[in-house]
DNA sequence: GAACACCCTGTAGCGGCTACAGGGTCAAGG
DNA sequence: CCTTGACCCTGTAGCCGCTACAGGGTGTTC
């Protein structure tokens, strides 16, 4: 199959796939007489893969770790969890930053009231009262 | 001041200032005879305005309309309410994608075993047969 | 006069795409 | 036969927000 049906099969914008054969994550696939790639299943195989991957929001070096196993599944299992749980790691990190963030910023959009201008915006002298405190109260 | 004291004083890179000036979001500061950066105390200001924001995962586009704001105080609140909501529109929906995400990850790691290798190893098996179904049932 | 800390400009890299520019290929339709 | 259109190719540059040099200059101290 061609590029543009394989971006169909599997969702995958075809400048995107280019992308992931130039930086050696995908496989470059045989070549029609006019110069054409042409993907077989394996291919579908992995790229359907790779964007599972990424819909869990795996860097693509994970990523590459991840299909090296798949390629020689004769390895050691131990590697493949450790993975997991640095991503789930790195996941739980941002998610309580962001849980924080959050928080600030309800508590910042509080303070806006009634129409009027910049100068009288609670929103603004709190923002720029906070920048004068030393960063991460929260800490 | 000098670039270096103001990075001491804000706890910013001397690297991250001067990317700042160059995408115009601090202002060129006046220059010493032997042509080093020499800041004011307004720079101190705007700079630790900026990194508050930064806290608050705005984007700098964001901080450069805020910094408009602090600018120009006879303009109307309303956008800096919208932006702040903007800004807590994009927090929120990417707060409950990790959430999601951590919740499938955590599903991941519960189907490793024991010491295997990787050809039984059921985070793989798991990651290889959710690849098949078409992403995001959770929509 | 040499070591050292500081400063300067400019360029290139990161990740993960995305968007061209400037071409080639091939089937269907006027 | 020729044009239109859909598809494909390579290569380069841009996005964000830095970060890391390379290759220099300045200014104080021993
Ligand atoms: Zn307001
Ligand atoms: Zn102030
Ligand atoms: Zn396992
Ligand atoms: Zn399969």
Redesign the pocket.
């Known amino acids: 199959m ?4 394989l971006g169909q099969a599997t969702g995958v ?4 796939i ?2 992931y054969e130039k930086i050696g994550l995908l496989s470059p696939p045989a070549r029609e ?5 042409n993907y077989d299943a394996a291919h579908v195989e992995r790229l359907a893969f790779i964007r599972h991957c ?1 819909a869990l929001d795996m ?3 994970e990523v590459k770790r991840l299909l090296d196993f798949v390629a020689h599944p004769e390895a050691d299992c131990g590697d493949i969890n450790r993975l997991i749980e640095e991503q789930l790691g790195r996941v739980r990190e941002r998610l309580s930053s962001m849980q924080a963030l959050e928080k600030q910023l309800v508590a910042l959009r509080a303070r806006c009231g009634e129409n009027h201008t910049a100068r009288e915006c609670g929103i603004l002298h709190e923002l720029v009262a906070a920048s004068h405190e030393p960063e991460g109260r929260q800490r």
Chains 1, 2 share one sequence.
């Open positions: 061609r590029i543009g049906e914008d075809i400048e995107t280019r992308h007489a006019n110069g054409y790639r990424r860097p693509l070096a």
